[in-house]
């Protein structure tokens, strides 16, 4: 531990999960409009259609999904492959911009294909891909039945990946539509935007920007949301702009100076959030969100479970079928707490179920 952030002050557990909410939006419903919501968080995670709703819906104030789904429609937000190699929901601006940045970690994950991609030419596959996807937005299994035609001998997932990782592919709508469905095509992200994407930039602005969205954090915590290494250097670059604690194991933390740092007894109210939500993604030390026993109970073999928090912390699951709604809590709730967690749900759904919201909250089993 170095001697600056020995000197440094202590943050414990309940101060971060403080801190981290009021930068989620969660602590109080924000009067952020939504693209600027998206962009304040740095993405939704989208591996499925309904969680950036979900994640909006918890987050702010008067939010219906027709609003995120109009801008989608409109090209000024899209779906495509960034951090940690996972659908994120971004705006136009973001997604020429973090592609980008993590294109480096996007190259790295290659390397674990190499022995399907022998004797096939990355560059060619890329331009090949883009010719394809930019005359007509295709399927996954169109695009990878073309190059298979050109490399017989690779493998049929390697190359899927490998144009996945070479490209910025968006998904067009009307998937990520609100009440619409629609198989996943695929074009660039330059061609369904009508721009080009920026060149690689420094990391430095988006260190910012992640503080502000998921700080105090360290050098680490960034590099997990972002699936890169070797960003100490811009954090160091950045010190002198910014403050440091440590936590209650000394890992030094960053943050911005005029950032919300709520008091840890701050009031957090119920929250119900969509499966992988962003919060519970992007740190490497996660206990600001809850006991290192409560991660497994999330998720079941492939299936990933929406979670409730409670006072900040993991408390639960939740999954809505028709018109019941049902919440799997993994302790003992107040009668209080209890009660806002129903009035919660009964908001949550009445925004995204329209006319007919879930007539049934129930508390249950949702993990099976």
């Known amino acids: 531990m170095t001697?600056?952030?020995?000197?440094?002050?202590?943050?414990?557990?309940?101060?971060?999960?403080?801190?981290?909410?009021?930068?989620?939006?969660?602590?109080?419903?924000?009067?952020?409009?939504?693209?600027?919501?998206?962009?304040?968080?740095?993405?939704?995670?989208?591996?499925?259609?309904?969680?950036?709703?979900?994640?909006?819906?918890?987050?702010?104030?008067?939010?219906?999904?027709e609003a995120l789904s109009r801008l989608m429609a409109d090209r000024e937000v899209v779906r495509l492959v960034t951090m940690r190699s996972t659908i994120h929901t971004h705006s136009a601006d973001d997604a020429l911009t973090l592609r980008p940045l993590v294109q480096a970690a996007r190259d790295r994950e290659l390397h674990q294909f190499r022995k399907g991609l022998q004797g096939v030419d990355l560059d060619r596959l890329a331009s090949i891909s883009r010719e394809l996807v930019e005359a007509e937005p295709r399927t996954m299994k169109q695009l990878r039945e073309a190059l298979l035609a050109e490399w017989p001998d690779a493998d049929p997932f390697a190359l899927s990946v490998a144009a996945r990782c070479r490209l910025p592919l968006v998904q067009v709508t009307p998937r990520g539509l609100w009440g619409r469905s629609g198989q996943v095509t695929l074009t660039t992200a330059e061609h369904w935007l009508g721009r080009p994407s920026e060149p690689a930039p420094a990391?430095?602005?988006?260190?910012?920007?992640?503080?502000?969205?998921?700080?105090?954090?360290?050098?680490?915590?960034?590099?997990?949301?972002?699936?890169?290494?070797?960003?100490?250097?811009?954090?160091?670059?950045?010190?002198?702009?910014?403050?440091?604690?440590?936590?209650?194991?000394?890992?030094?933390?960053?943050?911005?100076?005029?950032?919300?740092?709520?008091?840890?007894?701050?009031?957090?109210?119920?929250?119900?959030?969509?499966?992988?939500?962003?919060?519970?993604?992007?740190?490497?030390?996660?206990?600001?969100?809850g006991s290192a026993d409560l991660k497994g109970r999330t998720w079941k073999g492939n299936q990933a479970y929406c979670v409730l928090l409670v006072d900040g912390f993991l408390a639960g699951v939740w999954r809505q079928e028709g018109e019941i709604l049902t919440i799997e809590l993994f302790g003992t709730l107040t009668k209080p707490q209890r009660e806002e967690v129903v009035a919660e749900a009964q908001r949550i759904m009445e925004v995204l179920g329209g006319s007919s919201p879930p007539s049934d909250i129930r508390f249950g089993t949702v993990v099976k």
């Open 203 to 289: 990391p430095d602005a988006t260190v910012l920007r992640y503080l502000a969205a998921f700080g105090p954090a360290s050098v680490k915590d960034m590099q997990t949301w972002a699936g890169l290494t070797r960003l100490r250097e811009a954090f160091e670059r950045l010190r002198p702009e910014l403050v440091t604690f440590r936590d209650e194991n000394g890992v030094e933390l960053f943050d911005l100076p005029d950032a919300p740092r709520p008091d840890a007894d701050t009031p957090a109210p119920p929250r119900f959030l969509p499966e992988f939500d962003n919060l519970f993604l992007s740190h490497a030390d996660r206990s600001r969100l």
């Open 3 to 65: 001697k600056k952030t020995s000197a440094a002050p202590v943050l414990g557990i309940r101060a971060l999960n403080r801190a981290t909410l009021a930068r989620q939006l969660l602590l109080r419903r924000s009067a952020l409009g939504t693209k600027d919501a998206v962009e304040h968080l740095l993405g939704l995670q989208a591996q499925n259609v309904k969680p950036p709703y979900y994640a909006l819906a918890a987050r702010l104030d008067g939010f219906a999904p």
